[in-house]
């Protein structure tokens, strides 16, 4: 069953950021995250109703203006990165979030996104999202991400 979902949620996730972001993604190792020097940035989502848990996506700080550009139809050396980029990090994770439930829940599914944190991401969290089952690791573009899914 876990890996149906996996599967799910893995195609799910990929289809929507080439949509949304237009950025070209294949599931990856998670440990490749520790071999990078990157800093990271995560958008965590809670969620209730059918489906009820939270959704993470952490990626590397200087994909975040080339998320929000495209997103944006602007190049990410035009965006303030201290406003726009992070909103748009959270607009992703909005909609990544409601596609995932609907993946697992039905497309019926009765649900309630809670608003995206966004925050650093430290050494200690992303060696955890690493080892944890948790979290499914992905290459997307030229960069390392891992998306986080826990429902209960």
Same mark, same amino acid.
């Given at each position: 069953?876990?890996? !149906?979902?996996?599967?799910? +949620?893995?195609?799910?996730?990929?289809?929507?950021?080439? !949509?949304?972001?237009?950025?070209?993604?294949?599931?990856? *190792?998670?440990?490749?995250?520790?071999?990078?020097?990157?800093?990271?940035?995560?958008?965590? /989502?809670?969620?209730?109703?059918?489906?009820?848990?939270?959704?993470?996506?952490?990626?590397? %700080?200087?994909?975040?203006?080339?998320?929000?550009?495209?997103?944006?139809? /602007?190049?990410?050396?035009? /965006?303030?990165?201290?406003?726009?980029?992070?909103?748009?990090?959270?607009?992703?994770?909005?909609?990544?979030?409601?596609? +995932?439930?609907?993946?697992?829940?039905?497309?019926?599914?009765?649900?309630?996104?809670?608003?995206?944190?966004?925050?650093?991401?430290?050494?200690?969290?992303?060696?955890?999202?690493? %080892? *944890?089952?948790?979290?499914?690791?992905?290459?997307?573009?030229?960069?390392?991400?891992? /998306?986080?899914?826990? %429902?209960?």
């Amino acid at each position: 069953m876990r890996d !149906q979902v996996v599967e799910s +949620v893995s195609a799910t996730f990929l289809g929507v950021v080439e !949509q949304l972001t237009f950025m070209f993604g294949e599931p990856a *190792s998670k440990s490749g995250v520790l071999a990078t020097d990157d800093d990271y940035v995560v958008a965590h /989502l809670d969620f209730t109703g059918d489906a009820k848990g939270w959704l993470s996506l952490a990626v590397p %700080t200087g994909c975040v203006a080339e998320i929000a550009g495209n997103i944006l139809g /602007l190049e990410p050396d035009e /965006l303030d990165p201290s406003s726009l980029a992070p909103d748009s990090l959270g607009e992703v994770l909005n909609v990544i979030c409601g596609h +995932v439930i609907m993946a697992i829940a039905g497309k019926g599914a009765d649900f309630r996104l809670g608003g995206p944190i966004i925050s650093e991401a430290s050494p200690e969290f992303l060696a955890a999202a690493v %080892t *944890s089952d948790d979290w499914l690791g992905f290459m997307l573009e030229e960069n390392m991400v891992l /998306l986080g899914l826990f %429902t209960e």
